[in-house]
């Protein structure tokens, strides 16, 4: 029998996944740690932390297989977006931490951008119709506008999954996905960087990986000391699974154009893969892991869909975690159970899901969080399940924004599947009867597959029979008539409130300094 590795680093924990070639799960080990919140909107991660996920995730796996090296063909390593992408100096050591996917600070760097840059040759060029603090290059730009001897220090960006590839193995590479998703500088049209927008920009093309790798092929092997460190074989294969949201839609079968999925975690993208970006619509749009010269993955989403629900478990679920804590339930299916029986509309509730601003398709780092419609009748079930709702109503927009037909289903994967309530709620707000993964679908198993692709341990027929999507849980009427109603009201208050928004950022000091 042969094995695989999936390692992907994620937001808040670092997964890695050992898997035989028949599709079977023989370990798994999670490495949790915290993102750096310094300011209101900033985000930022020291890679140090990514590398020891990374190895101790693999180190454990390996060790609880009990596998031989010998018989483990590969791995790959996906990763969470990393923004700016890790500043690294000559020797490859961290200038700073990397300014993640979340992170709102380069706000009038968006606005020079749009004062002097071409936008329709940026567009043309790139595939993104927005510009936006949350693409990778307008982070770039704030390091090199708020911290010049950074800037000088920095020899190149490096995203998070490609540096831990190169600690494991000593090759320095960017997958497509990772280069797209910088956004500006990428050209999606000639799968390389763009020297049109990089020096619009006055950002050096040196400071980027000249070395671009599609996440079927090898990005690089173990070197002997990591493969000593991991338990495994000099040489093992390394790929690089790109982006992770990319990943996990191929961790569904995803080969082809045309499926709608949607991907739920700390943040949820939802995406169509295409042949071709779709435009005008808002949406965020890079090569896909996966045939990356011939494939996009056009997405929009919540920048804090389970975040939000993580706040609230955080915050006001103490005694349903002292619970967990004791072996008892998990939090969340606590706090699930409590609010099973709050009928759609949470007795009057909308929650607005925006508490890091918001990307596509609402683009505005303003954006704020809300409750609407509080009173004292209302319960902390009430609310939970008004939280619930809420990343519900973020999927509906993004649904919107792709202007297509979506066919008879869509797919959702993440951790919001283990709960059916919530499932059958994601039917009913959007209309669309939805289908989930049988085995969890994250990251890790598209990491698995592309690593078995990338070593010929697997064949594409092979990577397809895999993923089982369960049944069809289909939209109830009534329940859908009831949230159109809730929908509108959601999509109006963020249109009534806008300006308010802006005015709150102002006046308590979080827009960008």
């Avoid at 890695?16 to 919140?37: C, F, K, P, R, W």
């Avoid at 982006?243 to 939802?270: C, F, Q, T, W």
């Avoid at 045939?291 to 006001?316: H, Q």
């Avoid at 989930?436 to 692709?453: I, K, Q, R």
Wanted: net charge negative; with cysteine.
């Amino acid at each position: 029998m042969k094995y695989l590795i999936g390692t992907d680093i994620g937001t808040s924990g670092t997964k890695s996944i050992l898997m035989d070639t028949n599709g079977h799960l023989v370990a798994q080990d999670l490495e949790e740690y915290d993102v750096l919140t310094p300011r209101p909107l900033w985000a930022e991660q020291w890679p140090d932390v990514w590398v020891k996920g990374v190895k101790d995730s693999i180190r454990a796996v390996v060790k609880e297989s009990g596998v031989a090296a010998a018989d483990i063909k590969g791995i790959g390593l996906s990763g969470l977006y990393g923004g700016s992408g890790i500043p690294v100096d000559k020797d490859m050591n961290p200038v700073r931490p990397d300014l993640i996917w979340m992170d709102r600070r380069a706000a009038k760097e968006t606005e020079w951008v749009k004062k002097h840059v071409d936008l329709d040759r940026l567009s043309e060029i790139t595939g993104n119709d927005v510009v936006d603090p949350y693409y990778g290059y307008t982070k770039v730009l704030w390091i090199k506008n708020h911290e010049p001897e950074n800037w000088k220090k920095t020899a190149l960006f490096l995203p998070p999954n490609n540096y831990a590839i190169y600690k494991l193995t000593g090759a320095v590479s960017i997958d497509y996905s990772a280069a797209g998703n910088i956004g500006g500088f990428y050209d999606i049209n000639k799968g390389t960087w763009s020297k049109e927008m990089m020096d619009a920009m006055g950002v050096p093309m040196d400071k980027m990986p000249q070395k671009f790798v599609d996440a079927t092929e090898i990005a690089g092997r173990l070197t002997a000391e990591a493969a000593e460190d991991l338990g495994l074989d000099e040489g093992t294969p390394v790929i690089a699974g790109g982006v992770d949201v990319g990943a996990a839609n191929i961790g569904m079968g995803v080969l082809e154009p045309g499926r709608y999925v949607a991907a739920i975690g700390s943040s949820m993208n939802a995406a169509l893969v295409s042949e071709k970006p779709i435009k005008g619509r808002g949406m965020i749009v890079w090569p896909y892991p996966y045939k990356s010269r011939d494939l996009v993955y056009n997405f929009s989403g919540s920048a804090t869909a389970g975040a939000i629900t993580k706040w609230f478990r955080d915050n006001f679920g103490d005694a349903e975690v002292a619970v967990q804590n004791q072996g008892g339930k998990n939090a969340y299916v606590t706090l699930g159970e409590e609010a099973k029986d709050v009928p759609a509309g949470s007795r009057g509730l909308v929650v607005l899901p925006y508490f890091m601003g918001e990307r596509a398709p609402v683009w505005n780092s303003d954006a704020k969080g809300m409750v609407f419609g509080l009173s004292l009748v209302h319960t902390k079930a009430d609310l939970f399940h008004a939280f619930e709702e809420a990343v519900c109503y973020a999927l509906r927009h993004s649904i919107e924004s792709t202007g297509r037909d979506l066919g008879d289903y869509i797919v959702i994967a993440g951790g919001v599947t283990h709960s059916q309530a919530w499932v059958q709620m994601f039917a009913d707000v959007t209309g669309y009867a939805v289908r989930t993964p049988v085995d969890d679908a994250e990251a890790n198993l598209g990491d698995v597959m592309l690593a078995g692709l990338a070593t010929d341990t697997l064949t594409t027929d092979e990577v397809q029979k895999w993923q089982v999507l369960g049944d069809k849980v289909e939209p109830r009427a009534a329940q859908h008539a009831t949230y159109d109603q809730y929908y509108q009201l959601y999509r109006n208050l963020y249109k009534d409130l806008g300006d308010d928004m802006h005015d709150l950022s102002l006046i308590s000091g979080i827009e960008e300094s």
